[in-house]
């Protein structure tokens, strides 16, 4: 059986740099089946798969949050804790620009530019997640506690 090539990444490199303990979780990417198809693959709750979701606020400003598979970021929510008007998630082309990253494999680890973090709050009491290592059909799973040590978000609770 043919080894499966696995892509070297922006984000895998920030996590060998930073010395995180992960393990990257290949799959069968299909276009638009999200963190469902993820889960599946992998045999895991949807719950413990991590959306990286690029928004940015009524200024323009960009910023990631980490969301549960199988939940929503109140957007009315997280305008309130940033003391803004309104939040929206990022046109694709948009997130491109400043994470490096298409969307469907964009993740939080090795962006372009430097972005505003947030955690939902429910997600550092999993045992483990997955989440993407910057690549279409390839997570890596860790414990939350690898990623709140090496990228430090700001917890909130948002999820709907």
Sequence with gaps: MAKERIPVTPAILF?????MAYTLRPYRYEEHGGTRVA???LGVEES???KTLVMEDDRGEPFI???HGNRQVSTKSMARFLGVKAVNPCEPHVAEKHTGYRVGGTSPFGTKKPLRLFIEEGIAALPRILINAGSRGLLAEMSPAELIRVLTPIVVKVAI
């Design 39 to 41: 889960a599946r693959e």
């Design 65 to 67: 949050i980490l969301m």
């Design 48 to 50: 413990q798969v991590i």
């Design 15 to 19: 996590m060998k740099k930073n010395g």
